[in-house]
Every structure is written in structure tokens, then in C-alpha cells.
């Protein structure tokens, strides 16, 4: 989307799923072999500024992600006391910081 009639900056937003195909363990009564399933969610907003016809200019940024936590390292057999507060939690909000910087060059613009 482009702010302004000069169509000089714009915003983006990328959305990047991952999925997971592994092998697991539930509850250490079942093993299942493979498993495939979600695995992650993040959203990265993104501030552009058009360089010329030809190329962008971005700055990303991680706003959100969202991850499946891991069954096997995170399990009450791992554990003789206490459990980490990760264990009985299905998802993982943790959101370490990240930032980068992208160009985009458009072979086919004139």
C-alpha cells in the first residue's frame, strides 16, 4: 500500500507460515513415527521507500510469532522437579527482536 500521491513510500506486511514434518512422541504412551503439522506463524511489517522505477528500498520488522512448542523437550518425564513454565502450553508467544533491510530490483520495469 502506498502512502501519499507520490507513491514514493509504502507499507507491506509478510506474512511467513511453517510447517513441520518430524518425528514425535506424545505423553510416552503413543509413539507416532512422522507427524506433520504447523509449526510457526510470524508477522513482519515492513516501511518502503521507492529508490527509482527499478528498485525499493525496505525496512522489515518482526512484530509477532507464534510457534508450536516442542512436546519431546518440553515433557514431565524430562523432568524430577519443578517443570519450566513451557510445559502444559501448546504455542510459544517468546518474540526475540528482528530487523532487516531488503532491496528489491525489478527486471521487467522499464
Known sequence: MYLGKSR???LQLGVLPAICFRKCAK???KFVKWQFSPNSLE???AL???LNSKMNL???YRLLQYREVDE???SNSLYNEPVPALLGQKADKYNP????ITVEYDLGAK
Do not use: E, S, T
Not at 527482536?97 to 532487516?100: E, S
Open 27 to 29: 505423553d510416552n504412551k
Open 97 to 100: 527482536f528482528k530487523m532487516w
Open 8 to 10: 514514493k513510500y509504502f
Open 58 to 60: 525496505a525496512l522489515h
Open 48 to 50: 518502503g521507500f521507492k
Open 72 to 74: 519431546v523437550v518440553f
Open 43 to 45: 508477522l513482519n511489517p
